[in-house]
């Protein structure tokens, strides 16, 4: 069965770092496009980053650009997010997930993604 299981979140100070990773299995990981959602304390879930099957190819919200960076390892059937310069608004639950079809492009769509993991916790305070 397909699993996402994120890690790699805590506590960080206003333009501090956190790098999250999440571990794939149950499915061909170097196959689907992969992307990193977060969903703040009454807010809705919101796209942060994606990366193409190849990880040639990726994608960021606005509110990220510039201090986000998605990558993937797919021998080791994990992607990760570099998460730099953080704000107190990137505190949120970041979840990873998995492409619903194979061999696509990036997407923030999160209706194209099917599976998901539990979460990780980030919270940026001083």
């Known amino acids: 069965q397909v699993q996402l299981v994120e890690s790699g979140g805590g506590l960080a100070q206003p333009g501090g770092s956190l790098r999250l990773s999440c571990a794939a299995s149950?499915?061909?990981?170097?196959?689907?496009?992969m992307g990193w959602f977060r969903q703040a304390p009454g807010k809705e879930r919101e796209f942060v980053a994606a990366?193409?099957?190849?990880?040639?190819?990726?994608y960021y919200a606005d509110s990220v650009k510039g201090r986000f960076t998605i990558s993937r390892d797919n021998a080791k059937n994990t992607l990760y997010l570099q998460m730099n310069s953080l704000k107190p608004e990137d505190t949120a639950l970041y979840y990873c997930?998995?492409?619903?079809?194979?061999?696509?492009?990036?997407?923030?769509?999160?209706?194209?993604?099917?599976?998901w993991g539990q979460g990780t916790q980030v919270t940026v305070s001083s």
């Open positions: 149950g499915f061909t990981f170097n196959h689907v496009a």
């Open positions: 990366i193409s099957w190849t990880g040639g190819t990726t």
């Open positions: 997930a998995k492409d619903r079809l194979e061999y696509r492009g990036p997407r923030s769509d999160l209706n194209e993604y099917n599976y």
